[in-house]
């Protein structure tokens, strides 16, 4: 059984930073792959940032050189280092996970395992 539980959200003025934690319990080969999806009201959920478990990564371009994912294989953390925050940024942020990093990793629908998310707002 996966669980994944995120904390860190909050709210900031633009310019400045959060950062958000998940907890990964469960099965490790089935989570290999890990990251952030986001959800504005109105909009459909649209990816933020996957890391795979050798450390590769890949970023929306609408936060290349703000945000930075990493995480902690001992500890089975995953973080979102959020930088320069935008109103645009505003939205509930979920953990997701997935064997694998290749494929549609873009696409919600292949990620089986979902947070129950945290809501980060910025400010202007």
């Known amino acids: 059984q996966v669980q994944l539980v995120e904390s860190g959200g909050g709210s900031v003025q633009a310019g400045g930073s959060l950062r958000l934690s998940c907890a990964v319990f469960?099965?490790?080969?089935?989570?290999?792959?890990r990251g952030w999806f986001r959800q504005s009201p109105g909009k459909e959920r649209e990816v933020v940032a996957i890391?795979?478990?050798?450390?590769?990564?890949n970023y929306a371009d609408s936060v290349k050189g703000r945000f930075t994912i990493s995480q902690d294989n001992a500890k089975n953390t995953l973080t979102l280092q959020m930088n320069s925050l935008k109103p645009a940024d505003t939205a509930m942020y979920y953990c997701?996970?997935?064997?694998?990093?290749?494929?549609?990793?873009?696409?919600?629908?292949?990620?089986?395992?979902w947070g129950q998310g945290t809501q980060v707002t910025v400010s202007s």
């Open positions: 469960g099965y490790s080969y089935s989570t290999y792959c």
């Open positions: 997701v996970a997935r064997s694998w990093c290749g494929g549609s990793w873009w696409l919600p629908a292949v990620y089986p395992y």
């Open positions: 890391i795979g478990n050798d450390g590769s990564t």
